[in-house]
């Protein structure tokens, strides 16, 4: 489990059900953390801030409704949801604190292109 230590400090709300003492994040199943119908951004730990932060100025001012997926892993990586959600809004973006190759990036777009998902994107990812 790799985790960025940036985020210790940070307050950020959850349910019930985390609070609970023997919650554990399901590995393999990423969380949508704002539902959405115009794009979808795919984030991975620290980015999902940026992300849901993006999402509301998208929103604010553009009148975009933007999905954000937390990811929470990415071995497993959580294909359907993925999928699913590009599919839903044709449109895809991933948002991460790595290189511009051979990121979780590039994984999610290899993945979309070998899957039925590609036939339903309406831009480039």
């Known amino acids: 489990?790799?985790?960025?230590?940036?985020?210790y400090g940070v307050e950020f709300p959850v349910t019930d059900d985390v609070l609970h003492k023997?919650?554990?994040?399901p590995?393999?199943?990423?969380?949508i953390e704002r539902p959405g119908t115009d794009v979808t951004i795919v984030?991975?730990?620290?980015?999902?801030?940026?992300?849901?932060a993006a999402a509301e100025i998208l929103s604010k001012e553009?009148?975009?409704n933007a999905e954000v997926i937390n990811l929470r892993s990415i071995r497993p990586l959580d294909r359907k949801t993925i999928i699913e959600s590009a599919k839903k809004t044709g449109r895809l973006v991933t948002v991460e604190e790595g290189w511009?190759?051979?990121?979780i990036g590039a994984e999610?777009?290899?993945?979309?292109?070998?899957?039925?998902?590609?036939?339903?994107?309406?831009?480039?990812?």
Do not use: M, T
């Open 1 to 7: 489990v790799l985790e960025n230590e940036l985020l």
């Open 22 to 25: 023997d919650f554990v994040i």
């Open 100 to 103: 511009p190759q051979h990121g």
């Open 43 to 52: 984030a991975v730990s620290r980015s999902v801030q940026f992300s849901l």
């Open 27 to 31: 590995f393999g199943k990423a969380k």
């Open 62 to 64: 553009d009148g975009v």
């Open 108 to 125: 999610i777009c290899a993945l979309l292109f070998e899957s039925e998902a590609f036939d339903y994107l309406d831009a480039p990812v």
